[in-house]
């Protein structure tokens, strides 16, 4: 008979209230409604699934063009094209509730009542696991605003989570001063989780035609290049607040999974790399024990955060 | 229940895989074929279907970029194990992608997109506009009933004519004419610069075509949009109808991203942003708000 595996390395974390099997989920905004990738992807495997963001009311989205490709990165400016969370729950969620992964619905507001609204719509919907709060998206105004003023933060979070049962996530946005005092806003609030970052705004031009190249002039910068910045964020949140921390930012394979967790991060969103390498995900959980290992570790909680500097 | 978000055509078939370049081969000024081997997309893929194709490089660039079906390879049993992929060098990208030699890989994912209706005609008319003709040599093809695609034929009396009305900015970048001559297509050429065939718009090929003769055409149209737009409307008028292959901005090739999307009308007097990758990229004409 062969021998059973001795001791399987768990990779299994606690965000808060939230418990995932694994830390390797996928971003929003970066995996449709999880439908389209069921043919690539063995979705029961992932950690956790955020669909698209979703808002009060339908939004149409931006004028395209709504990406342009930047040195190992990309801007978008999609404007979150979503047909509002009634049709949501209607038509993607009975799809969604039936996934092994646990789902974490992304909610953007216009407003901190939007956002409460929203969240109490949620609660106790069979297959949501959790909220996440994007109070970090560039491309809406509103988004922005929100994420970047504590007091505001701080009052989403806390309205969201009286709101509602469910664990919420904090998206913060890395487009601020100061990345510690929005992460304390957010933990005083009562935030399970703060997932970081969304994207850095940025623009791309066409000389030629002095033009911008986004419909919307502004977008947000993700991929690879971002992963600096990523990672000095979740370092600074990790040592301000003893909340969990979800990274996100150029993450596109076990080494940038790695580096994100002994940097502070408890979880990590691959999003980007979805859209270039749609297994990405896949590869990642092959990878990731063997990486444990080669720290000696056989669990994330081991090896989250114990960077030296 | 039918859900009204739910796109017909996500990546239901689609595999993602590392392949390898079998041949690189130049076509004509700044285009080229490229041959690789890829067993499980090509006997799934549909003329009118595209792969996404991205050079494992590094992360400049970093996207894939979707690229139409040429056509399949098939081995000595007749069974497709590869795709030919006909692409012009307009960016990092293709300029790179120009460079890699046989025995190179590359990753993929496909079949993606819906690919053509494929409705009975008389008459086959293929409107092309610069690298536009690429998704038009499998079609006809099929329609001629010389090829079998995604494992079952087409079930109908194939056209008496099919034609291909082509044009470019310049001779030298007329690619793969002798391809579409090869399996009985008239060819119709037209040139900016006049270098080749007819001078002017393409067009005007096809209004010779429809002139007075419109009557059991089926148009298909790939090429610049202002191209489309004016071939949209010509057949709007002459009440034949059109399919054209959208070619948007595309970060994934899969639905997921949301950027490729086109103004689709509903039909209602308003109109929607669709995504072309999963929507499309072929639509009736009558349906796009240009």
Known sequence: ?309 | MTNPLHAAYYADSAVQQRVCVVENVPLARDTFRIRFHCPQIAKRILPGQFVMMRLNAGDDPLLARPLALYDTVLDGDQQPVGLDIVYLVVGKMTGRLAKLSAGSDMEVWGPLGNGFATPPTDHLLMVAGGIGQTPFLALARQYLGQRVYGGSPLRLTPPERVTLCYGARSGVYLAGVEDFEALGVRVRLSTDDGTCGHRGLVTDLLRRELDGAGEGTHVVCCGPEPMMEAVSQITAVAQVPCQVSLETPMACGIGICFSCVAKVRDGQGGWDYQRTCVEGPVFAAERIEW
Request: with cysteine; aromatic share 4%.
């Open chain 1, 1 to 309: 008979m062969p021998e059973e595996p001795t001791d399987p390395c768990s990779l299994e974390v606690q965000l808060g209230r939230l418990r995932l099997a694994n830390p390797v989920l996928v971003g929003s905004g970066t995996f449709g409604y999880a439908r389209e990738m069921e043919h690539l992807v063995d979705l029961g495997r992932l950690g956790g699934i955020l669909p698209k963001t979703v808002t009060a009311e339908p939004r149409i989205g931006n004028a395209p063009w709504r990406t342009i490709e930047t040195p190992a990165g990309m801007l978008n400016s999609i404007g979150l094209d979503n047909d509002g969370i009634e049709a949501f729950i209607q038509h993607h969620l009975p799809y969604l509730s039936r996934l092994a992964a646990p789902v974490i619905v992304s909610i953007a507001g216009r407003s901190r009542d939007e956002f409460v609204a929203m969240a109490a719509r949620l609660d106790g919907l069979e297959g949501v696991a959790a909220i996440e709060l994007n109070i970090s998206c560039p491309n809406v105004s509103g988004g922005v605003d929100l994420g970047t003023d504590p007091r505001m933060c701080e009052k989403v979070v806390a309205g969201c989570r009286a709101a509602c049962s469910l664990p919420v996530i904090a998206k913060l946005t890395p487009n601020v001063t100061d990345i510690q005092e929005i992460a304390r806003a957010a933990t005083t609030g009562g935030a399970d989780a703060i997932s970081a970052i969304n994207t850095c705004l940025g623009m791309a031009v066409d000389w030629r035609k002095a033009r911008p190249l986004l419909g919307n002039t502004l977008g947000g910068l993700s991929g690879p290049a971002i992963k600096p910045i990523a990672l000095r964020i979740v370092y600074q949140i990790a040592a301000a607040v003893d909340t969990p921390i979800i990274g996100i930012g150029g993450i596109a394979n076990v080494d940038d999974v790695m580096e994100f967790l002994v940097t502070g991060a408890t979880a990590v969103q691959i999003g980007t790399a979805n859209f270039y390498n749609p297994t990405a995900t896949m590869t990642v959980l092959d990878q990731l024990p063997e990486a444990l290992s080669q720290l000696g570790a056989s669990s994330i909680p081991a090896i989250v955060g114990t960077l030296k500097t």
